[in-house]
């Protein structure tokens, strides 16, 4: 089996994720079932949102608060690591996200590849 990263990106606020506490509320269930269902197949390896608030460390230093955003404003808003046999698995776990109801957001997927440990 191969490991895949899906990339959660959703469009933002200026300071913040355009998802209201309301709404975040009314797609918890959705969220539990969608990752239910991979973890159910023992395909779950693991998941987790991530915060707004960011560093970035780059050639020419350090910059603290803000996120990296591409131009129209969409970030990685969460992530999740599974098993398949097939890259096609994954992509038709992808089309039933439950962040995909949100203007300007998409799942990205990558093939994780493993350091040689020895």
Known sequence: ???YLQLFRNASAEDGYLATSQDMAED???W???IGNIAM???L???APIRYDASI???EGLSIGQPHKEPNTVLVSGFLIC???SLEEVQEWSKTCPILKYPHSSVEIRSLVPFPTN
């Open 57 to 59: 460390v780059n050639i």
């Open 28 to 30: 918890m269930p959705k």
């Open 83 to 85: 098993k398949s046999e």
């Open 41 to 43: 197949q023992g395909k």
């Open 1 to 3: 089996m191969t490991d």
């Open 45 to 47: 390896v693991s998941t």
């Open 32 to 34: 539990q079932s969608w």
